[in-house]
């Protein structure tokens, strides 16, 4: 049954992502009803009895409902049109990706009541920096067209996404969205560390192991960890902002999905 919930989900996404900015009311009501679909889809698919099914395909398409319920809260104060046709395609297709790769089961028998709360607040930090990541990309193509002479004058390039970047409210305003987003993931992603490094036995049922995810879950900790220290003593924004944002989120995927792909697609193996 999910898999039909999964089909249409991404077949909303994807006709809101390219319907007209006119069209605004449809689009809104064709957002909710697909992320609504999209959440009870993978409710149904991940929650299994005295189990979780876990997997890289089931965190990238939980990070993308997650961030796409940001995109929408945000969109109806701050007029972000172009995060639609940059976000809800990748949506279209993240959700489709748990009927392709299923994931494995895990169970909860041997876990303590922390995992799930575990589980939870590390999707948060994984969702809220996916959404910074984004908003990073949209500021990137915003701040490019100010720049280019040649967009600017050239009358060809006057078309619906152009005018969509046109609308974007000013880059200092963007600029102060994605640190408040930035600093609600790195919050989040700090429990998550933490309640790892403390509580390793009992959430994993083995003690801490220095492996790929959780060096570059540090590394992607310490990445976001030195921007907000540098935008609070240096000030740091721009380029250098972007920068350390990408790249903090490239690590943390790394950290997690692109190991459970390796696994998963390449190695065939389960979770370990």
Not at 130 to 144: P, R
Not at 214 to 242: C, N, P
């Amino acid at each position: 049954m999910q898999n039909y919930l999964f089909l249409v989900a991404a077949v909303l996404y994807a006709v809101c992502a390219f319907l007209p900015i006119r069209l605004r009311l449809l689009i809104s009501i064709g957002l909710a009803l697909g992320w609504t679909l999209h959440g009870l889809a993978l409710w149904s698919d991940v929650v299994v009895a005295e189990s979780l099914r876990l997997g890289f395909a089931q965190m990238l398409s939980a990070a993308m409902w997650i961030s796409v319920a940001v995109y929408w809260g945000e969109n109806r104060n701050m007029g972000l049109d172009s995060m639609r046709v940059l976000m809800l395609p990748v949506a279209a297709v993240a959700v489709l990706l748990p009927i392709i790769f299923p994931g494995s089961l895990m169970s909860l028998q041997d876990k303590t009541a922390l995992f799930p709360w575990h589980v939870a607040i590390a999707l948060l930090a994984y969702s809220t920096l996916t959404t910074a990541a984004f908003h990073a990309v949209l500021m990137a193509v915003q701040e490019s067209h100010l720049h280019s002479r040649r967009v600017l004058l050239n009358e060809g390039n006057s078309g619906w996404y152009a005018a969509a970047i046109a609308r974007l409210p000013a880059l200092l305003t963007m600029e102060k969205m994605l640190f408040r987003l930035i600093g609600i993931g790195f919050f989040l992603l700090t429990l998550t560390v933490v309640s790892g490094l403390l509580f390793s036995e009992q959430l994993f049922g083995k003690a801490l192991t220095w492996d790929h995810k959780t060096i570059f879950t540090l590394l992607s900790w310490v990445l976001f960890g030195a921007l907000l220290a540098g935008r609070y003593w240096r000030g740091w924004r721009g380029k250098t902002a972007l920068t350390f944002t990408l790249t903090g989120f490239v690590t943390l995927l790394l950290a997690y999905v692109g190991s459970r792909f390796v696994l998963e697609v390449v190695l065939h193996r389960g979770l370990a």
